[in-house]
Structures are given as structure tokens and as C-alpha cells.
């Protein structure tokens, strides 16, 4: 089993910057990708971000590219999502994620999740 708790989320202003991070602890060596989604208020959960453990190698959604950036520490078994330039449009509760398969953008793929950290972007 893979336990992920994720931290860092909040109010903050149009514009502003925030960043989240998701401490991962268990099996870890058993997952290959890490992801950030996310849910706002009436919608369904969407796919923000994800790393590789092994390379690095990153995929995001257009919505946030240039804005959002994810990074990891292997050795603290701890992924980031830096968001900058927050728009109220990225209100949402967000969630960190493991695959034990390669990344994907897909929810279904991921096999462990976090409780979520809520980001509240006011306008």
C-alpha cells in the first residue's frame, strides 16, 4: 500500500502563487508516476499534472502550462505542484495521485489516492 497526504492548499488572490505538496510513504517503489488533479465545486475530477519517479519527464493539461510547474525529491519520497498566476478558475479541491504504470492523464490509471488539499483562488 501507498499512503499520500497532500498539504499547502488555501486562499489566495487572483494572481497569486501557491504551492502543494503530497508526502508519499509506503510501497512508493512500487509506483512509477505521480499526479496532482483536481475537482471544483459541481464538476468532475481533472487531470493537472504528473512526474516520473525514475526520469522526470512531465505531462500537464493545457489549461495550466506556463503557470503550473511539478517537480519531486526522491529521496523525501515528496512530489510539488507550483502554481503561479492562480486564476479563480483553478478553484478546486486537489488531489495527489499514484500509478504503478507509466504516466497517464486518466484517473483510472492511478491505483492510490490522497484526501485533497482545497485551493480557493478569489477573484
Known amino acids: 500500500q501507498v499512503q499520500l497526504v497532500e498539504s499547502g492548499g488555501g486562499l489566495v488572490q487572483d494572481g497569486g502563487s501557491l504551492r502543494l505538496t503530497c508526502a508519499a510513504s509506503?510501497?512508493?517503489?512500487?509506483?512509477?508516476?505521480m499526479a496532482w488533479f483536481r475537482q471544483a465545486p459541481g464538476k468532475e475530477r481533472e487531470f493537472v499534472a504528473a512526474?516520473?519517479?525514475?526520469?522526470?519527464?512531465?505531462l500537464y493539461t493545457d489549461s495550466v502550462k506556463g503557470r503550473f510547474t511539478i517537480s519531486r525529491d526522491n529521496a523525501k519520497g515528496t512530489v510539488y505542484l507550483q502554481m503561479n498566476s492562480l486564476k479563480s478558475d483553478d478553484t478546486a479541491v486537489y488531489y495527489c495521485?499514484?500509478?504503478?504504470?507509466?504516466?497517464?492523464?486518466?484517473?483510472?490509471?492511478?491505483?492510490?489516492w490522497g484526501q485533497g488539499t482545497l485551493v480557493t483562488v478569489s477573484s
Open positions: 495521485a499514484a500509478s504503478i504504470a507509466r504516466v497517464a492523464r486518466t484517473s483510472s490509471s492511478y491505483n492510490y
Open positions: 509506503g510501497r512508493t517503489y512500487s509506483t512509477d508516476t
Open positions: 512526474i516520473r519517479w525514475i526520469d522526470g519527464v512531465t
